[in-house]
């Protein structure tokens, strides 16, 4: 049970730091807009998906906490 509890205490502040780097990614997506027989009108588009500052914060305290209770027991 230690072992599992400071694992998942790591990954959480992997992911908190990583999060409070990055703080989003950006995709493009392929959109048909229109096809009128043989003729198809696309278009691409960015999207962009932000990662809340206060996400990587939460992340990275719990992984701390969940770190020092795995040592602890």
Do not use: W
């Not at 730091?17 to 950006?26: E, K």
């Amino acid at each position: 049970m230690k072992s599992i509890t400071t694992m998942l205490g790591i990954i959480l502040i992997l992911t908190g730091i990583a999060t409070l780097v990055y703080q989003g990614f950006t995709y493009t997506k392929h959109e048909q807009i229109a096809q009128i027989g043989d003729i198809q009108v696309t278009a691409n588009t960015q999207k962009t998906v932000y990662f809340p500052p206060i996400l990587g914060g939460v992340c990275f305290v719990a992984g701390i906490v969940l770190v020092v209770v795995g040592r602890k027991n």
